[in-house]
């Protein structure tokens, strides 16, 4: 083989220049500036539409997934100066060059493509920001007549269909809440089977008297009809609204054409809440608070043998009164269901037939009214009345009740200097361990009918320095 020729052989290229370690690092500086400011410009064009985000690294890789009501305003809300971040979101939120979005139909079906998409994914920094708890999911039983519904962090291996995982508990609650007012299906704990007569003359829940829940229960819905109600959630919670939608719409008007009127004035019903979905504001305005150091469902174990129950208790009304020097005086009650606050049954009375500060007396209408109430809409009493205060707001419960002619459930009051709680008939107080599962729950409701009777009491007061005093 014969050598090139020299002069055939071409010149080397000439040396790149030496780059310093400082000049490679401002360039390298200034092209993530670029990229940054590339980004701030795409996000500016982000729709203000709820809708699931993704945050991506330079090799578009997911670091990040999460939910907003509205894309453009959570997105920038990263990259502000101001932004006030938990330090672990600090630590990498700068890795972020990209970002993408999804468009929900509302926020409610942007917390469900949340959880997919999480799930498919798995990114990196949604793992990391758990907190060291399990994330919560939503699970319906398979193996029953009548399937359950329930928020868990301790999921079935088996008999069970799952969604999620989801990232926010509150908001996975407040979902729920908002699910179950279209779908009506039960999250009791309660075994109920279709051949099983001893169901037929069970009272339901709450939950049935707002028309928030079929009550299967007490069979006022047969196991075909239910498990259709079932079938639909989970066509939804699969991303499936449109033939959801589709199929309620085929079956109203069927049911009109057999002039079955309340059949399709139901689902007319349905159908409007659920296209109306993306209507409906804030979930935290439905969420249930999330209190950690509260077990409830140890909490009612407690309280069944502290009281000496037949039975574990699902409700729980609690009774607060709140006023400035006698003025502007306002009764709160609130209402848990599974040692859980269940907003929609909350109510809020202006005390007015006492003047100047007596706290026995307005106990002892807010009682009234609330037995009033409930026999006007033929509703349950609640498994536990509880009383804010010592003896003397405790008799003034009861003297309600007695002049209602109304035999009392099970009432007691909660003192708050030593957290003692007061039966009628007994002496003495029951005193318990701080750590009882059973007191941390009456504190809960306790706390919770202060709060809400102090936003109301100031809400009046706002509304009377300013002249109106229409509430």
Known sequence: MTPPDASQIPPDPPPEPSVEPAERATRDAAAAGDARADLRAKIRAFPTEPGVYLLKDEKGRVLY?????S???????????????????????????????????????????????IKDIQPRY??????????????????????????????????????????????????????????????CSLDIEEDDPRWRWFRPCLLHSINQCTAPCNFSVDRESYRKDIRRLRLFLDGKKELVIAEMEAEMRA???????????????????????????????????EVFHVDPTRGLKGLRKVLGLDATPRRIDGVDIAHLGGTETVGSLVTFIDGLPFKPGYRRYRIKTVTGVDDFA????????????????????????????????????LSAFE?????????ISLAKRDEEIFVPGRPDPIVLSRRSFALRLLQYVRDEAHRFAQHYHHMLRKKRTFGDDSA
């Open 255 to 289: 049911a009109g054409k057999a002039l079955l009127f309340e059949k399709a004035a139901r689902l007319r019903d349905e159908l409007k809440l659920l296209r109306a979905l993306n209507l409906r504001g804030d979930l935290a305005k439905h969420a249930q608070p």
């Open 126 to 187: 949604n793992q990391e920001l758990k907190d060291d708890k399990s994330f919560p999911y939503l699970q319906i039983t398979t193996n029953e007549d009548f399937p359950r519904v329930n928020f868990t962090r301790e999921p079935r291996d088996r008999g069970v269909k799952l969604y999620g995982p989801f990232p926010r508990a509150k908001s996975l609650r407040g979902a729920i809440q908002i699910l179950q007012k279209i779908f009506k299906f039960r999250t």
């Open 65 to 69: 997934i999460g939910k907003a009501k």
């Open 362 to 397: 307005s106990i002892r209408e807010v009682v009234g009214r609330r037995i009033e109430g409930l026999r006007e809409r033929d509703e349950p009493f609640p498994d536990i009345f509880l009383i804010d205060g010592g003896k003397g707001q405790l008799s003034s419960a």
């Open 71 to 117: 894309l453009r305003a959570r997105v920038s809300s990263y990259f502000q100066k101001t932004a006030d971040f938990d330090p672990r979101v600090r630590e990498w939120i700068g890795e972020v060059l990209d970002a993408d979005f999804l468009v929900a139909d509302s926020e409610v079906d942007a917390l469900l493509l949340e959880a997919r998409l």
């Open 403 to 411: 002049a209602a002619g109304v035999r009392p459930p099970t009432l």
